[in-house]
């Protein structure tokens, strides 16, 4: 039995659930999920997910509505990349039919963990698949465990809605032009660490730039970056400017992850008269936008104060508050996330 839940003093971490859900890959073939109360795997020391990196994750949440309901947002995206990831590192890939009814398994299993509406606490779901083929010489392998672990977590912004400064590092990269950036491999995140940590110690993010050049922005260790640039200059973007006056800028590269949130956002930005450009975007080009963000699940838009560029000796700046061009989006999206604007695009399941 789960001991009671504070849900006011839920930090931004992992809370132990009662039940995990599992599928296992043998002889080319899916078992059927089941729930389980053990943590634990029972898994070869020469596994190629701990041999060669063979794993993948994926990160989505369900929420209590206003309506009393629960709405797990836009599952069958995450179905599809986490199938595009395991291609990319030579895994079975879980068909979405099966990704759906274990995310659904684990919900039902651990119902009392969905935080109540209010909280702005969640309840995040983290798939996982793994490489459990023992095998030293290298190569993929071809048995499979695809996992998914519930943990309900507590608000990003416990209190206000606030920015956050980022710093580029030119000597960790994260992910090459043709490697697995666009994938959500956990190799991308270890070799992340260098710089994340680095940034962390100064209190501060990281800010990736391509790895080729240097020159464009990638993207941020877990979140999309996103731009706003006012077209119409002599409004400043704090004086309520239409619209039909601002771009939404995001990074085109191929060694950056789809971000749901990201293509969400640009639909909400489209649908409000907002120009929406996804392309190589220069650091310098910073200069030239009024707001900056990081989005991704976990915090669907984390806005930016200033990017730190110290190598260079520059710093760019958008203010010390969130702007209105990203506060309107952030806002839009949490009201269909809680049930508070109809969702005319269809991204919640949900559920009585
Ligand atoms: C590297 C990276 N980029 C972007 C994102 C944002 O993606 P999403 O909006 O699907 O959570 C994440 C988080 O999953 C991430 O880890």
């Not at 973007?237 to 749901?260: D, Q, W």
Request: hydrophobic residues 35%; charged residues 25%.
């Amino acid at each position: 039995m789960m001991k009671e839940i504070d849900w006011n003093s839920l930090g931004f971490h992992y809370t132990e659930p009662e039940y995990i859900v599992r599928a296992g890959y043998h002889n080319g073939a899916w078992s059927d999920p089941y729930a389980t109360q053990d943590k634990y795997l029972h898994l070869h020391v020469s596994a190629t997910a701990l041999q060669y990196g063979q794993e993948a994750f994926e990160g989505l949440k369900a929420f209590r509505g206003v309506d009393g309901k629960i709405r797990i947002f836009r599952w069958r995206e995450n179905a599809k990349r986490m199938a595009r990831s395991a291609e990319g590192l030579f895994m079975a890939p879980v068909p979405e039919e099966l990704f759906g009814r274990a995310i659904r398994l684990a919900l039902d299993r651990n119902r009392e963990l969905v935080p109540p509406y209010g909280t702005g606490a969640t309840l995040y779901f983290r798939p996982l698949l793994i490489g459990t083929t023992p095998r030293l010489g290298v190569g993929p392998g071809q048995d499979f465990e695809f996992i998914v672990i519930p943990s309900p977590i507590g608000p990003y912004y416990p209190g206000k809605f606030h920015c956050t400064t980022f710093i580029v590092n030119r000597h960790v990269d994260r992910a090459a032009p043709f490697g697995t950036g666009q994938f959500k491999v956990g190799g991308n995140y270890a070799s992340s660490f260098r710089a994340t940590e680095a940034a962390h110690a100064m209190g501060l993010d990281c800010l990736f730039l391509d790895a080729k050049t240097h020159r464009y922005i990638d993207e941020c260790s877990a979140a999309n970056f996103i731009g706003i640039k006012n077209l119409s200059p002599t409004l400043s973007s704090r004086e309520g400017a239409k619209a039909s006056s601002y771009e939404y800028l995001t990074p085109r590269s191929s060694a950056i992850l789809p971000s749901i949130t990201n293509d969400s956002l640009m639909t909400l930005a489209r649908e409000r008269g907002i120009k929406v450009t996804r392309r190589k975007i220069r650091l310098e080009e910073l200069a030239d936008m009024c707001e900056a963000a990081a989005c991704g699940t976990a915090c669907v838009i984390s806005p930016i104060d200033r990017v730190l560029d110290p190598e260079r000796g520059k710093e760019y700046s958008f203010g010390s508050e969130p702007g209105p061009v990203l506060t309107d989006l952030y806002r839009a999206l949490k009201d269909i996330q809680y049930g508070r604007a109809e969702d005319s695009h269809h991204w919640c399941d949900i559920i009585d």
